[in-house]
T-cell receptor, first 112, second 115 residues
Framework: NAGVTQTPKFQVLKTGQSMTLQCAQD?????MSWYRQDPGMGLRLIHY???????DQGEVPNGYNVSRSTTEDFPLRLLSAAPSQTSVYFC???????????FGQGTRLTVV | AQTVTQSQPEMSVQEAETVTLSCTYD???????LFWYKQPPSRQMILVIR??????QNATENRFSVNFQKAAKSFSLKISDSQLGDTAMYFC????????????FGQGTRLTINP
């Protein structure tokens, strides 16, 4: 049972490049979400999904796109990376009625 | 909107001592959950303890316990008999009981346990 798997673990991008952070879970969880972690600010919610085909914005959605075509996968897309998007990104999943969020190992993204 | 505040950016104690991490929050909700997460250097987010707001009894998990004061909107974490493996970043988090499970995190407290 792998839980929540994020790839890649580390990435360096140039300003203006695009990329997709992958997130997959094998627990059949309906709810999935993306957070970014910045020093002194904790984790902040970017986007979330309550099921396949349903997504919604969190606290800091600008510059990021998501889609949820399957229950298992919830990719996060950066269309044109900016230095302000340098951060550690976490994907999390849980059941719809659950209170425990399962987190991936995180992706450290640096935009130069 | 809900906010969570951790006013101690860093703390340091000796091994075997007891340490308390502070957390306050602001919400107009009556039913919600509060959490403490641990993030060791490995970066993994680990759930330490959970408290349901409707429960008056403070949650306890082995050496970890909370002091939940609903009226004061305070939720502190006490670590007893601290161990070197407790060295980590600790985050306090809030989640409404109704609706999507959106977690609102505090800024974090970096805890160092010294030998």
């Amino acid at each position: 049972n792998a839980g929540v798997t994020q790839t890649p673990k580390f990435q360096v991008l140039k300003t203006g490049q695009s990329m997709t952070l992958q997130c997959a879970q094998d627990m059949n969880h309906e709810y999935m979400s993306w957070y970014r972690q910045d020093p002194g600010m904790g984790l902040r919610l970017i986007h979330y999904s309550v099921g396949a085909g349903i997504t919604d914005q969190g606290e800091v959605p600008n510059g990021y796109n998501v889609s949820r075509s399957t229950t298992e996968d919830f990719p996060l897309r950066l269309l044109s990376a900016a230095p302000s998007q340098t951060s550690v990104y976490f994907c999390a999943s849980s059941t719809l009625r659950g209170t425990e969020a399962f987190f991936g190992q995180g992706t450290r993204l640096t935009v130069v | 909107a809900q906010t969570v505040t951790q006013s101690q950016p860093e703390m340091s104690v000796q091994e075997a001592e007891t340490v308390t991490l502070s957390c306050t929050y602001d919400t107009s909700e009556n039913n919600y959950y509060l959490f403490w997460y641990k993030q060791p250097p490995s970066r993994q987010m680990i759930l330490v303890i959970r408290q349901e707001a409707y429960k008056q009894q403070n949650a306890t998990e082995n050496r970890f316990s909370v002091n939940f004061q609903k009226a004061a909107k305070s939720f502190s974490l006490k670590i007893s008999d601290s161990q070197l493996g407790d060295t980590a970043m600790y985050f306090c988090a809030f989640m409404k009981q109704q609706g999507a499970q959106k977690l609102v995190f505090g800024q974090g407290t970096r805890l160092t346990i010294n030998p």
